[in-house]
């Protein structure tokens, strides 16, 4: 059964850092698409990026230079991270971490991310 959990959320002033990662279990962490999504209260869950089978990522334009996703180097972990620079008060929401693979989505529960001064 594919499992996915995220960690590192926080409260963080406003130009400060995050690191949220993301432990997958349960397949073959190759072959899944992972990305986070975020929602922020009264708000649409959205896109944040994603790390594509094969190395490429893509960001939505609200976070393209500020935050990173990339895959652990040590593939035996079924880590995917994001490095969240530069954050914003507008950055503030729920971040979920989601492993897909063609029709199929597995989410975490979620990590609380709080940008306030």
């Known amino acids: 059964q594919v499992q996915v959990v995220e960690s590192g959320g926080g409260l963080v002033q406003p130009g400060g850092s995050l690191r949220l990662s993301c432990t997958a279990s349960?397949?073959?962490?190759?072959?899944?698409?992972m990305a986070w999504f975020r929602q922020a209260p009264g708000k649409q869950r959205e896109l944040v990026a994603k790390?594509?089978?094969?190395?490429?990522?893509?960001?939505d334009d609200s976070v393209r230079g500020r935050f990173t996703i990339c895959r652990d180097r040590d593939i035996r972990k079924n880590i995917v991270i994001q490095q969240m620079n530069s954050l914003k008060p507008k950055d503030t929401a729920v971040y979920y971490c989601?492993?897909?693979?063609?029709?199929?989505?597995?989410w975490g529960k979620g990590t609380q991310v709080t940008v306030s001064s």
């Open positions: 790390s594509i089978p094969g190395g490429r990522a893509v960001y």
């Open positions: 349960g397949m073959i962490f190759s072959m899944y698409t």
């Open positions: 989601i492993a897909r693979i063609r029709e199929y989505d597995f």
